[in-house]
């Protein structure tokens, strides 16, 4: 007896409510669907369903075994379907979700070269920063900054951030720039409120052993990062933040690194996606690209 398969029609009998209706769902003789059940019952030792001439019910055992039987071949359809998408060329509606930062400075500038080698790959991003539920809105995969809540999903870090400090050129020209944490409050600080409690983020500073905290005076505070780094890329002031939010002006020479030397960790940036599709051929490849961008 494939004790699998005898399972199979053992669930099939309990949802069509009898032996010959679940012999026509399944394409096999009345008696090969009663000798599978029976064969179960001698397996298990137990009996599963109480049979009359006109009626059938679950035993107490039946309902336990049937119940888990689901889960199993749950579990098994899962892992045929996933072992099978694993060797399958990329392709479908990949629907993602990712924080704005990530999507405007790393993600969007990179999707021509993940387009063009997958062009069976049809891309529906939204952009936002709150967690939401993947099963009931239809995302396959998250992209988020910082703590996770605890959940089921498979997240994958994909960037492990600090805390940058910087200024334009053009104000470092004028004010010089500070050498120690401690110098800062000689100079123009740009604060970052938090949007719910309304107040200034403090700025940390780790160098070894040592840690330093600063809470920006400046004449300046805002509740939106990006504005905030316009602002000192216009020159209003130092800024610190993120590394994902600085590491593009920097490169372009929009903003200039200070104390270099004095970097607290941040945040991780990850990649979240269900159990049940971590072997899906498109999922693989998005994650692998995003893992590769950064």
Known sequence: MDRLDALKVFCSVVEAGGFSRAADRLGISTSSVTNQVSA?????????????????????????????????LGDMSELEEGLMQSNATPSGTLRVDMPSVISRQYIAPALPKFLAQYPDIALKITVGDRMIDMVEEGVDVVIRIGDLPSS???????????????????????HGAPKTPQELADFACLGFLNPKSRMVRPWQFVKGKDTYTHIPQGALAMDHVESLIES????????????????PPVRNGELVRVLQDWLAPGPDVSVLFQQKHHRAAKIKAFVDFVAGVF
Do not use: D
Request: charged share 20%; net charge positive; aromatic share 6%.
């Open 232 to 247: 000192g890329k216009a020159g209003c002031g130092l800024v610190q933040q993120m590394s994902v939010s600085l590491i």
């Open 40 to 72: 179960l019952e001698t397996h298990f030792r137990i009996k599963l369903l109480n049979r009359t001439t006109r009626s059938m019910s679950l035993t107490a055992e039946g309902r336990q075994c049937y119940e888990q039987a689901l889960k199993l």
């Open 152 to 174: 089921n999903l498979i997240a994958k870090t994909i960037f492990k951030t600090s805390f940058m400090t910087c200024a334009s050129p053009a104000f470092l020209e004028c």
